[in-house]
């Protein structure tokens, strides 16, 4: 009888935890968006101009991570519901301000008490403390890869990146 060899075990990694979790959370969320007439990236984009008080087109391209083209389908998508509007700067007529409307707001609060029931279920395995600190702990590490991304891009372009 051959015995299997002695492996050495990788420190525990996160990622297919991360998104196995990811997945399961992205399948129920799309369930609940879908009756809202919401994507995700909708989902996505509303909440930064909420939380953001408005934005460029370009900037909100650059924080959501889409290049011009995906961004404008998106803004036209949300601009056909009257979820939220573009106008034309008024410091540089080249440039367009986008914001959230009543519209918008009101969706995107519909969607969040919704999203709410879909991550107590998908986290029902942590109490409201671990919770917590589940929160903190990717929000660090989101802020982490945020300015790493910023630096990175400042680097390699000569135009000064828009984080």
């Given at each position: 009888m051959t015995s299997l060899p002695v492996v050495n075990q990788p420190p525990h990694r996160c990622g297919a935890l991360l998104d196995?979790?990811?997945r399961r959370m992205r399948l129920r969320a799309e369930s609940v968006l879908a009756p809202l007439g919401l994507r995700p990236?909708?989902?996505?984009?509303?909440?930064?101009?909420?939380?953001?008080?408005?934005?460029?087109?370009?900037?909100?391209?650059?924080?959501?991570d889409m290049d011009g083209t995906t961004i404008v389908g998106l803004l036209n998508d949300l601009e056909a519901d009257n979820l939220a509007e573009r106008r034309r700067s008024p410091e540089d007529r080249?440039?367009?301000?986008?914001?959230?409307?009543?519209?918008?707001?009101?969706?995107?609060?519909?969607?969040?008490?919704?999203?709410?029931?879909?991550?107590d279920e998908v986290l029902a395995g942590l109490d409201h403390d671990e919770r917590?600190?589940?929160?903190?702990?990717?929000?660090?590490?989101?802020?982490?890869?945020?300015?790493?991304?910023?630096?990175?891009?400042?680097?390699?372009?000569?135009?000064?990146?828009?984080?």
């Open positions: 196995h979790l990811s990236r909708h989902l996505l984009a509303l909440t930064v101009l909420r939380d953001q008080g408005g934005s460029t087109q370009r900037a909100l391209a650059s924080t959501l080249r440039r367009h301000v986008v914001e959230l409307t009543d519209v918008g707001a009101k969706k995107l609060a519909k969607a969040e008490f919704a999203l709410a029931a879909v991550e917590e600190q589940l929160y903190g702990l990717l929000q660090q590490a989101t802020t982490t890869t945020e300015i790493a991304a910023c630096a990175g891009a400042a680097d390699e372009s000569p135009e000064p990146p828009a984080c």
